[in-house]
């Protein structure tokens, strides 16, 4: 793995190598195994140029968490500049507590997890959740479909990633209901649209 430390400030971004057949597999009916590859491919891609615009504004590391494909894959894709880490095994909620356990143990203070599945997420938003993390122990980006594109804390929370039903319009409500139980104060961003099922292609 390439080793880059982590800054007080890291944004974790989740994302899948483009491999045709085995990504966005619910575009597939709609785009055809290359055709929803490609689309996760530029997704990716536009989510990354994101990130290095909030890069020249802010001193943030960044990591990718990935699945499929091989690290070198991986490099040759997206470049030797970030760091990369397998996703590993398990449901969404553990592979995301899994990547921020090893975050905050390497002196991260402010730690953001994004998806590459939200077009309209920008450096400007990004730099929004970070500002609202010095404040709020949580902050959480709404997805329309239920879920939440973007999720940052200010410490590992186990919690908050246990008995979800991933991939379900239930994620964000229940989140903020562990998180209100937990006593967590929470900031909020503005709701956007993943990208994940036919019908989120045509808005």
Known sequence: MISLKPSKQHLIIFTRYPEPGKTKTRLIPALGDVGAANLQKQMTEDTISQVKELQKMSKTSVEIRFTGGDLQGMVNWLGNDLLYQFQGEGDLGKRMERSL?????????????????????????????????????????????????????????????????????QVFVKTVEIAQKLNLSIGYLQSLADIDRPEDLNP
């Open 101 to 169: 356990i090893n975050a905050f143990n390497q002196k991260a203070e402010r730690v953001i997890i994004i998806g590459t599945d939200c077009p309209d997420l920008n450096s400007q938003i990004l730099i929004t959740a970070f500002e609202q993390l010095e404040v709020f122990n949580l902050v959480l980006g709404p997805a329309l479909d239920g879920g939440y594109y973007l999720i940052g804390l200010q410490q590992p929370i186990a919690e908050l990633f246990m008995n979800i039903s991933w991939g379900t319009a």
